[in-house]
């Protein structure tokens, strides 16, 4: 094995894909430009690993005593409390928020039989 890698055996050597190569490894080493490629040392690759494998196994103080085991930390991850942050913003909306059943929600009045069938007859062409 050589000691510098690309971008995509770089990736492959800590095993991650490349947004999380970027966000979790690439901070940490200092790739060299060779031409209009990246190499990274499989030393500083291994290193940065280490690192975060240290940082994964410290003990999470955040975590409060009271706390439930339920709502623990899972996949290196915080749970969110619930109604802290909302799903998405409340627009009005541009119907009436409350419809009455079995009512039509269009602006205009309905057609009836004999209007609707006299427009047609207008529309057709003769002959």
Known sequence: MSRGLPLS????????????FDSLIRPRVTPIRVGTSLIFDVYDLDRAFDELKAASQAPDT???????????RRNGRPIPQKGVEPWADQHGGSTPTKAVPGRSTRSGAALDFASAVSQVLAKRRPG
């Open 62 to 72: 955040s975590a409060s005593a009271s706390e439930p085991a339920q709502n623990a």
């Open 9 to 20: 055996e770089a990736m492959a050597h800590v095993g991650l894909k490349r947004r999380t």
